[in-house]
Antibody, heavy 121, light 107 residues
Framework: QLQLQESGPGLVKPSETLSLTCTVS??????????WGWIRQPPGKGLEWIGS???????YYNPSLKSRVTISVDTSKNQFSLKLSSVTAADTAVYYC?????????????WGQGTLVTVSS | EIVMTQSPATLSVSPGERATLSCRAS??????LAWYQQKPGQAPRLLIY???TRATGIPARFSGSGSGTEFTLTISSLQSEDFAVYYC?????????FGGGTKVEIK
């Protein structure tokens, strides 16, 4: 059974960089049928796609966040990572890592449990 | 950016009744539309992809329809475990956007 697990600091100071890693177990991140991505959800609000990556390293970002986002992949560790720079309180959210299926019209079929990141001094 | 609008924001339904949720796209997304269910404190769960295909393990009481800009999720007979928030999501040229959600609550 595929599992995704987010890890990283739960508290980040304003203007600093948020860094999270997603470890994939029970399957290979190098599968040609899937993309990997990050989605966030501010407390009590809806879902926002941040960006996605293919195992080859091709990246796709939400234009509203593109100037601050970097997503990378480490196939040797079966992990992918998110960096979001210059954070503000508006970036406080539950961050989910996710698998997106190319055969699913790019729907998310597996989600991590989510990790709350709070931006505060 | 394609804007996804869900209606109603809240739907009050009695157990056993039918629930119909709507999702409208600001421009055509073909059939690149998915539906998710989210319960408090949990990650969303994929219900429907390609506008009308049920994901693995999803009961037959969940069905999706539509194409282009108008989509519907129907729950034929609500069970207690179906009370949750439902989101639609579109994919177009590597930009994914979600609707604001519909909360299905017990009437």
């Amino acid at each position: 059974q595929l599992q995704l697990q987010e890890s990283g600091p739960g508290l980040v100071k304003p203007s600093e960089t948020l860094s999270l890693t997603c470890t994939v177990s029970g399957g290979s991140i190098s599968s040609s049928s899937y993309y990997w991505g990050w989605i966030r959800q501010p407390p009590g609000k809806g879902l926002e796609w941040i960006g996605s990556i293919y195992y080859s390293g091709s990246t796709y970002y939400n234009p509203s966040l593109k100037s601050r986002v970097t997503i990378s992949v480490d196939t040797s560790k079966n992990q992918f990572s998110l960096k979001l720079s210059s954070v503000t309180a508006a970036d406080t959210a539950v961050y989910y890592c996710a698998r997106l299926g190319s055969r699913l019209r790019i729907a998310v079929d597996y989600w991590g449990q989510g990790t709350l990141v709070t931006v505060s001094s | 950016e394609i804007v996804m609008t869900q209606s109603p924001a809240t739907l009050s339904v009695s157990p056993g009744e039918r629930a119909t949720l709507s999702c409208r796209a600001s421009q055509s997304v073909s059939s690149n539309l998915a539906w998710y269910q989210q319960k408090p404190g949990q990650a969303p769960r994929l219900l429907i992809y390609g506008a009308s295909t049920r994901a693995t393990g999803i009961p037959a009481r969940f069905s999706g329809s539509g194409s282009g800009t108008e989509f519907t999720l129907t729950i034929s007979s609500l069970q207690s475990e179906d009370f949750a928030v439902y989101y639609c999501q579109q994919y177009n040229n590597w930009l994914l956007t979600f609707g604001g959600g519909t909360k299905v609550e017990i009437k």
